[in-house]
């Protein structure tokens, strides 16, 4: 009887070593594993972050653009009048035409394809040459170019608006 006891005993010890040591290296593996979470967890929420801040982008290039599509309108609309409590579009009907030349001071001058510096350059203005303008916005002016019968957009900085009297 004595020998089972001490067999009894040397199993539950090594039970309980075989047991301890299993306790230990579950315990390492939970705290990798809870390593590795925490890693997912911290990547995903930058990735979370980007993506709200590239939506937040989007919308603002929406905005942007819808901004740019309201201001486009409202230049297009030429005077608003108010009336009482209504409110009443009126268009201005007169066409603005006239005549511009470059100016002494300059030999030439660059014309673009819309009213801004950063257009493209369509043609050139060259001196002693009068050109028909049909459209006047701010300081600049669309005139057509008789070499190519093409219209394009000029400064106020480089011409100067002429009259041609017929009587002349």
Do not use: C
């Not at 040591?21 to 995903?44: C, D, N, P, W």
Request: hydrophobic share 35%; net charge neutral.
């Amino acid at each position: 009887m004595h020998k089972i006891t001490k067999i009894i005993l040397l199993y539950i010890a090594v039970l309980a070593t075989g047991l301890f040591i299993m306790g230990v290296f579950e315990s390492r593996y939970v705290h990798e594993q809870a390593r590795k979470t925490e890693s997912q967890i911290m990547t995903l929420n930058q990735e979370l972050q980007k993506t709200v801040s590239s939506q937040s982008a989007a919308k603002i290039t929406k905005q942007l653009a819808r901004l740019e599509t309201e201001i486009s309108e409202i230049s297009q609309k030429k005077d608003q009048k108010v009336l009482g409590s209504k409110q009443e579009v009126v268009t201005n009907t007169a066409v603005q035409t006239g005549f511009v030349k470059l100016l002494k001071e300059w030999q030439t001058a660059d014309v673009y394809e819309s009213n801004s510096y950063s257009a493209s350059i369509s043609g050139q203005l060259e001196p002693d040459q009068n050109y028909l303008y049909t459209k006047k916005i701010g300081n600049w002016y669309q005139i057509m170019l008789p070499s190519s019968n093409n219209d394009g957009w000029v400064t106020k900085r480089f011409v100067e608006e002429i009259n041609l009297n017929t009587s002349e």
